[in-house]
């Protein structure tokens, strides 16, 4: 059963910094696209970052760039979000997703609150 699970969230201090992690069960990593996407109170989904982990390209949202860095590290099965430079904006409930056929798999989600 395809499983993910995240971890690292919190509450942190605005300019803080916190890494998310998200550990894959019932899959290896091959080549398979993996997305962090975070949901603000309130407000839509939205994507966050995203990589690949076959041939380890990223891709980050504009208000990512500079502050986000995406890794992967295939012997533990894990994707990590680096998050600089927080902002109370960024506020929200992050997710993990991979991109499977037939539909994707969805992490539990794992809160993250920039406040002072």
């Known amino acids: 059963q395809v499983q993910l699970v995240e971890s690292g969230g919190g509450l942190v201090q605005p300019g803080g910094s916190l890494r998310l992690s998200c550990e894959a069960f019932?899959?290896?990593?091959?080549?398979?696209?993996m997305y962090w996407v975070r949901q603000a109170p309130g407000k839509e989904l939205e994507w966050v970052s995203a990589i690949n982990t076959g041939g380890g390209r990223t891709f980050y949202a504009d208000f990512g760039k500079g502050r986000f860095t995406i890794s992967q590290d295939p012997a533990k099965n894990t994707v990590s979000l680096e998050m600089t430079s927080l902002k109370p904006d960024d506020t929200a409930v992050y997710f993990c997703k991979v991109a499977m056929s037939p539909s994707d798999v969805w992490g539990q989600g794992i809160q993250v609150t920039v406040s002072s």
């Open positions: 019932g899959f290896s990593f091959s080549s398979y696209w």
